[in-house]
């Protein structure tokens, strides 16, 4: 019995092999950050400039263009984190284990700005930098289970032993996920609620949309592109007695 | 509009480019940072290699 035909199974087995993933990812980091930088100058040009002031928050508003994507990102690293984390557990896949950990620290960058702009953009708003609020305080909770997991894969020597543990802790972390998704909606906060997933009626003018958006996509093209980089340091880490590597050492030290 | 009424953001520059300047610094630092480790950690294994020679 046969459940994946052969020329698939193969595909996915040269993919997950050490050596071609590093070529692969190589080849592909330039084409991802050319993508990333049009996206980014758009992005900003339409927040900064070509967006109209909002009416009632003034200019202060266009940090929304850095601040919700990283909190967009903040959540949905955690979710491939802990996917990842999980098919490297079930799986033994080591390139699982390695996308898992890379993640971890583009996912605290992110939430770590997430958490400072927003501080930046309450201070003129609400007139303080910090609230003891449920969406504040779990995106802070967010940030400590990142780095948690980089503290413990750091503290392990063995790296498949550390990413089990890793991939366990990421886990039981997706509990603080829908937490923070819905805090605006389960608590009274001085947050604003949601104004681009009401998906019905987003209240948020078409101006004021795009470049939101587009700042989104372009995040998500920065994460691939910071992944890999992380993950070709790991895998070159991990792989080092292997032959490939050596053989990469000594083409590259010619 | 002016450059300098485009930077003064309505009075909010402090906010608006410190958090932009921020968020800058950390993406810019996130991927130099492990281009910068691999590199040097490819120089230390052909190190160790050349001495095993």
């Avoid at chain 1, 199974?9 to 993919?15: E, L, T």
């Avoid at chain 2, 281009?35 to 490819?42: A, M, V």
Wanted: glycine content about 6%; some cysteine; overall charge positive.
């Amino acid at each position: 019995m046969k459940f994946i035909p052969d020329p698939v199974g193969k595909f996915f087995h040269r993919m997950a092999s050490p050596p071609h993933f590093y070529a692969l990812a190589g080849q592909m980091i330039p084409w991802l950050t050319g993508i990333f930088l049009v996206l980014l100058g758009y992005g900003l040009f339409a927040g900064l400039y070509l967006a109209p002031t909002d009416y009632q928050q003034g200019d202060s508003y266009r940090i929304i263009y850095i601040h919700v994507p990283s909190a967009w990102m903040s959540l949905f690293i955690y979710i491939v984190m802990a996917l990842a984390g999980a098919i490297g557990l079930i799986w033994r896949i080591k390139l699982a284990e390695i996308m898992a950990i890379s993640s971890a620290s583009v996912g605290a960058s992110f939430t770590f700005i997430a958490l400072v702009t927003g501080s930046l953009w309450g201070k003129p708003m609400w007139g303080t930098w910090w609230v003891w609020d449920a969406r504040l305080t779990s995106e802070l909770i967010l940030l400590f289970l990142y780095l948690g997991v980089m503290g413990l894969y750091n503290a392990i020597d063995d790296k498949r032993t550390a990413s089990k543990a890793v991939a366990i802790l990421a886990l039981v972390g997706v509990v603080n996920i829908p937490i923070i998704h819905y805090s605006v909606e389960w608590w009274n906060t001085l947050h604003q609620g949601p104004t681009v997933t009401k998906m019905d009626k987003p209240s948020i003018h078409i101006s004021m949309l795009i470049p939101l958006l587009t700042m989104a996509v372009a995040f998500k093209f920065y994460y691939l592109i910071a992944v890999l980089q992380r993950a070709r340091l790991e895998l070159l880490y991990r792989e080092r007695t292997s032959a490939w590597v050596k053989k990469l050492v000594m083409e590259q030290s010619k | 509009m002016s450059i300098a009424t485009f930077f003064a953001m309505g009075g909010y520059a402090f906010y608006v480019w410190t958090a932009y300047g921020i968020c800058c610094l950390v993406l810019v630092f996130n991927i130099l940072m492990p281009i910068r480790q691999r590199l040097s950690f490819l120089q230390e294994l052909a190190r160790k290699q050349q001495r095993q020679q």
